[in-house]
């Protein structure tokens, strides 16, 4: 069964971040916060040393850092990301990621189609 989005599309809501995060020992954890035709936003949690192998993806993705560090690993080179960092990855860029200490970060997806419709 599909997780639910803790938003539905058609509501209006605040949340706090640190607040709906979760962290599980020696693990990830994904939340997905919003599912809509032309975007998803997921919430992860990641406890220190945890890693997510190289893959890719066929989505924009945006990757907003909230709390830790971690080294974000994009066509090879490294990025160490802090909080409030910012990190944009075009679809199909081979990824990893390394969590340096406890790390959260902010995860939006959006298919190539929606992005090259919203061009000005």
């Given at each position: ?47 220190e ?41 075009p ?30």
């Amino acid at each position: 069964m599909a997780e639910q989005p803790l938003i539905q599309a058609s509501e209006v809501r605040c949340i706090a971040l640190p607040e709906e995060t979760r962290f599980e020992p020696n693990g990830i954890v994904s939340r997905t916060l919003l599912r809509t035709p032309g975007a998803r936003a997921v919430l992860f949690g990641f406890a220190e040393g945890q890693e997510l192998t190289e893959h890719s993806a066929p989505y924009h993705a945006l990757v907003q850092a909230l709390e830790g560090q971690c080294e974000f690993t994009v066509n090879g080179q490294v990025h160490v990301l802090k909080p409030g960092d910012w990190l944009s990855m075009p679809p199909q860029a081979p990824h990893a990621l390394k969590a340096i200490t406890r790390f959260s970060m902010l995860l939006i997806l959006i298919p190539p189609a929606v992005a090259v419709l919203g061009r000005a």
